[in-house]
């Protein structure tokens, strides 16, 4: 069971902002490790699309945004398209028990 | 071009082993810490295991400890998952992912299914 909660869906029309929240807790996000955040496209393997927190990669467009704040974090998409119709998971690091990479349940996003 | 690409997925039975590789190209293979992440429809993504560039450092997730063993082979820019004593809970989608730093991975693999079914 995953440590970072997200809603499990969010819609938007096209050209619109939308947000995904990813609450996590003070042995994860809050103890300040970086949150990074994936989008995978059905039946392809995920992309990397905001590293430590705020970055993006080469070629991620800047209509993709991170965000953190407290033991949350939020990835915001503006000017909604149809091709950012996927799923989105946050991740970070927890330091609970033995220590481990971690996951959000993951969000789909759709373009109405 | 870079790519990853894992091999060695497959039907196992309960209790059984199988040895999962992750061929890289088209970069420094040895230059990064590599991981695997597995995949499953009811549990989302799951970090199972990491591998230092020089392969002399490794960590596993608690639920793999002591029966998977995560190695690499720079000479051939290949990583490895051995696992032993397989679950039915091992069923998923295996990547092997290039982390760029502090578990941000960059390039993944295409993934290869491991199942477990008697």
């Known amino acids: 069971q995953s440590v970072l909660t997200q809603p499990p869906s969010v819609s938007g029309a096209p050209g619109q902002r939308v947000t995904i929240s990813c609450t996590g807790s003070?042995?994860?996000?809050?103890?300040?490790?970086?949150v990074n955040w994936y989008q995978q496209l059905p039946g392809t393997a995920p992309k990397l699309l905001i590293y430590?927190?705020?970055n993006r990669p080469s070629g991620v467009p800047d209509r993709f945004s991170g965000s953190k704040s407290g033991t949350s974090a939020s990835l915001a998409i503006a000017g909604l398209q149809a091709e950012d119709e996927a799923d989105y998971y946050c991740?970070?690091?927890?330091?609970?028990?033995?220590?481990?990479?971690?996951f959000g349940t993951g969000t789909k996003v759709t373009v109405l | 071009e870079v790519q990853l690409l894992e091999s060695g997925g497959g039907l196992v039975q309960p209790g059984g082993s199988l040895r999962l590789s992750c061929a890289a190209s088209?970069?420094?293979?040895?230059?990064?810490?590599m991981s695997w992440v597995r995949q499953t429809p009811g549990m989302g993504l799951e970090w199972v295991s990491e591998?230092?560039?020089?392969?002399?450092?490794?960590k596993y997730a608690d639920s793999v400890r002591g029966r998977f063993t995560i190695s690499r082979d720079n000479s051939k820019s290949t990583l490895y998952l051995q696992m032993n004593s397989l679950r039915a809970e091992d069923t998923a989608v295996y990547y092997c992912?290039?982390?760029?730093?502090?578990?941000?991975?960059?390039?993944w693999g295409q993934g290869t299914l491991v199942t477990i079914s008697s």
């Open positions: 088209g970069f420094t293979f040895s230059s990064y810490v």
């Open positions: 991740q970070s690091y927890d330091n609970s028990l033995s220590g481990s990479y971690v």
């Open positions: 430590a927190n705020t």
């Open positions: 003070s042995s994860n996000i809050g103890s300040s490790y970086d």
């Open positions: 992912a290039e982390d760029i730093g502090s578990g941000s991975y960059y390039r």
């Open positions: 591998i230092s560039g020089s392969g002399d450092s490794t």
